[in-house]
């Protein structure tokens, strides 16, 4: 019999089209996701050597990082994202990609739209110019972002050179209580191994609190991989995958979609197969997770406290907590649980899906945003926003203050129009709280649809757990 | 591109840790749509105030590190984004190398295909650097990628790892696109075997 292999090793050995073993390899890609802002330079760079794109039908283009989630039937106000969306229509256009305009019904963050369309399945290897491409990791595909050369590269010659990364299991025990999602189960992970604690890995999510999570709280644990600084984070697909996929209008359809079925249950790990590292998290033990710095590693549980630098295990630490407290503007021991905010952003290709948004529901319904906050809520694509409509929810959120807007990146990096003042403080289920990430000055931090929601109606950061408990109803 | 043998110059230290490519580039500078022009954004929340005049104590603004083509770093260089625009920013400014703990994965590709050389050496050595950086304004350090070594005039010599492909491209200042296309037979093959698997063709 042959070795036991991971479900990574799997999917890496079937694309090796040369090269490997202690060399790099150059590795087949299947599906190439292109955005805006980090594509024009790669077209530009073909058209100067007079190359061609090697297989346009397994890219696909979409704007959404700096388009505006105001009105779009209005001229896009910012000159300087009206000309790279523009070069993104012309590029597509001459080099005949398929791209997901404006005014597309299936316009929306690059990383929604891809499992949403069923473009994104098992096995497969995606890459494209944004390191959240983990996200599609979630199908237990190979996915995993790269740079502007790379695009260049991949769009080039279908390929990208790649040296050949190592396994990491994360392993959740247990099964999260209520009041506690995917997003807790990633940021708890980072919280753990730190921002580079998986950096030249792979990681693959196990255990019976993944296979108990929706495809949409899959695509969020993996989309946070690339905070813990793994290359690429992997589930292996089961039957809530092929459920997820099935009927999706780019899915295998017809007598295709019985054999993709039956070829997609080889993509997991095998028994006895070894990974070069493992961590394992008691799921059965969290608390909502909440970040109080400026790294998404700087996580701890709401009911915690700000810690105080004196404690951190270094003196490299001591002075980068120092300088995160500073920047947000919080004092060592204050309860984490209590903090004003003046902004909640639901929205990012983390948390910006159909469930996500019917999990903040449950919390604003028939709640008020607290007087003071703004709070908008940013699906994740035009399809997400249709089936909310269809579903009442975007009403929930108005009804309650929310603002109600048009898909795209928005405030999890403020490339448009929607950015915290400095000195704002922010909940946000996006997934980084970089110093002025989301506006300079900005202070975010990162937590669940849940606790943004509950941050809303309470106008500051609060255990939603408590929340839930006064609601019996949840929202069906 | 262009290609990376051996450099010497003046260095500066900026030793914090996590330093991310939101910091190294903020995104309103993401908007071009060409590769250069990127240097006077580079840093620009930390160099310059509110108000857009630079700001004395950042570390790049002191009068000793004007004229450094090599960045002293500190561990977990350019993690986040995948950016490009931050390897573009660095070497517009002036940078030819970096030398840090360790880097975040993407970061490192990119600098690689910009002829940015990314040069990893233990956090105490990288501190040395800066300490003898930050004293002496006539201090070089040289990064010699041929004989995989940094070396300064004051004795100071240390390896760094690199791996031979990458070595190889910096050293030829060698286009990868190129490279791969020489395998073009090598491709058309896989995709006739790919045929065969259920791989994301779509109907
Ligand atoms: S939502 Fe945020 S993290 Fe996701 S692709 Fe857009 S900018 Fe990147």
């Given at each position: 019999m042959s070795r036991p292999r991971t479900l990574f090793d799997k999917v890496w050995e079937a694309h090796v089209v040369s090269g490997g073993g202690t060399a790099p390899a150059l590795l087949y890609v299947d599906l190439h996701l292109v955005h805006e802002v980090t594509s024009p330079q790669a077209f530009e760079g073909l058209r100067l050597a007079g190359?061609?794109?090697?297989r346009p039908e397994l890219t696909v283009a979409t704007v959404d990082h700096?388009?505006?989630?105001?009105?779009?039937?209005?001229?896009?106000?910012d000159e300087i994202s009206a000309r790279q969306i523009a070069a993104l229509v012309r590029n597509a256009r001459e080099f005949e990609v398929e791209l997901f305009d404006l005014?597309?019904?299936?316009?929306?963050i690059v990383h929604v739209i891809g499992p949403e369309l069923g473009l994104t399945q098992p096995g497969m290897v995606i890459v494209c110019g944004?390191?959240?491409?983990?996200?599609?990791?979630?199908?237990?595909a190979l996915a995993f972002g790269i740079g502007t050369s790379e695009v260049e590269h991949v769009l080039a010659t279908q390929c990208i050179v790649q040296s050949r990364p190592r396994t990491m299991e994360v392993r959740y025990e247990g099964m999260p209580a209520a009041g506690v999602t995917a997003k807790d189960l990633v940021l708890a992970l980072i919280r753990r191994?730190?921002?580079?604690?998986?950096?030249?890995h792979v990681l693959e999510y196990t255990g019976e609190a993944i296979r108990a999570l929706s495809m949409a709280g899959r695509m969020t644990v993996c989309n946070m991989s690339i905070e813990a600084g793994a290359r690429a984070g992997m589930v292996a697909p089961d039957e809530t995958t092929f459920a997820y996929l099935?009927?999706?209008?780019r899915a295998p359809a017809g007598s295709a979609w019985g054999r993709a079925r039956r070829d997609w249950s080889a993509w997991t790990t095998d028994t006895g197969a070894a990974y070069d590292a493992e961590v394992r998290i008691?799921?059965?033990?969290?608390?909502p997770q909440v970040t109080?710095?400026?790294?998404?590693?700087?996580t701890a549980e709401?009911?915690?406290?700000?810690?105080?630098?004196?404690?951190?295990?270094?003196e490299a630490d001591r002075q980068s907590y120092r300088r995160a407290l500073e920047y947000m503007g919080l004092r060592p021991g204050?309860?984490?649980?209590?903090?004003?905010?003046d902004r909640v952003f639901l929205g990012s290709c983390t948390n910006a899906r159909i469930e996500d948004l019917r999990e903040a529901a449950t919390v604003a319904r028939g709640r008020r945003v607290a007087s003071g906050v703004r709070a908008m809520v940013v699906p994740g694509s035009q399809r997400v926003k249709a089936q909310a409509e269809a579903e009442g929810l975007d009403r929930i959120f108005t009804d309650a203050g929310f603002e109600w807007r048009n898909p795209g990146c928005s405030m999890c990096l403020?490339?448009?129009?929607d950015i915290l003042a400095p000195g704002e403080r922010c909940a946000s289920t996006s997934n980084r709280n970089f110093e002025?990430?989301?506006?300079?000055g900005g202070r975010t931090h990162l937590v669940s649809p849940l606790m943004a929601a509950a941050a809303a109606v309470e106008g500051r950061l609060v255990d939603v757990r408590a929340l839930m408990q006064r609601q019996p109803a949840p929202y069906a | 591109m262009q290609p990376f043998t051996s450099h010497t110059g003046r260095a500066v230290g900026l030793?914090?840790?996590?330093?991310d490519t939101d910091q190294i580039?903020?995104?309103?500078?993401?908007?071009?749509?060409?590769?250069?022009?990127?240097g006077s954004a580079l840093f620009y929340d930390w160099r310059y105030g509110p108000d857009g005049s630079?700001?004395?104590?950042f570390e790049l603004n002191r009068?000793?590190?004007?004229?450094?083509?090599i960045l002293l770093a500190g561990p977990?260089?350019?993690?986040?984004?995948?950016?490009e625009h931050a390897p573009w920013a660095l070497a517009d400014y002036g940078f030819r190398a970096i030398i840090a703990p360790s880097f975040a994965d993407i970061f490192f590709g990119n600098c690689c295909q910009n002829g940015l050389l990314p040069v990893v050496l233990p956090e105490a050595q990288v501190t040395v650097l800066a300490r003898r950086a930050e004293a002496d304004g006539e201090y070089r350090i040289t990064v010699d990628l041929t004989a995989r070594r940094v070396t300064d005039g004051e004795g100071f010599e240390a390896a760094f790892p690199f791996d031979d492909y990458r070595r190889d491209m910096l050293l030829q200042g060698l286009d990868e696109i190129g490279k791969t296309l020489l395998e073009a037979a090598r491709i058309a093959a896989f995709e006739r075997r790919r045929a065969a698997l259920a791989l994301g063709d779509r109907a």
């Open positions: 190359r061609r794109v090697r700096n388009v505006s989630t105001g009105d779009r039937r209005l001229p896009i106000a005014d597309s019904p299936e316009q929306g944004d390191s959240h491409t983990s996200t599609h990791g979630a199908f237990g191994i730190g921002t580079a604690g998986a950096t030249g099935e009927g999706r209008a008691d799921a059965a033990a969290l608390a109080w710095g400026t790294s998404p590693g700087m709401i009911t915690d406290r700000v810690p105080d630098p004196a404690d951190a295990p270094s204050t309860p984490l649980e209590g903090l004003k905010v403020g490339m448009n129009d002025g990430r989301q506006g300079r | 030793l914090r840790a996590n330093v580039i903020p995104k309103q500078f993401l908007k071009r749509i060409e590769r250069t022009g990127f630079p700001d004395p104590a009068p000793a590190a004007a004229g450094a083509t977990n260089f350019g993690c986040g984004s995948s950016r």
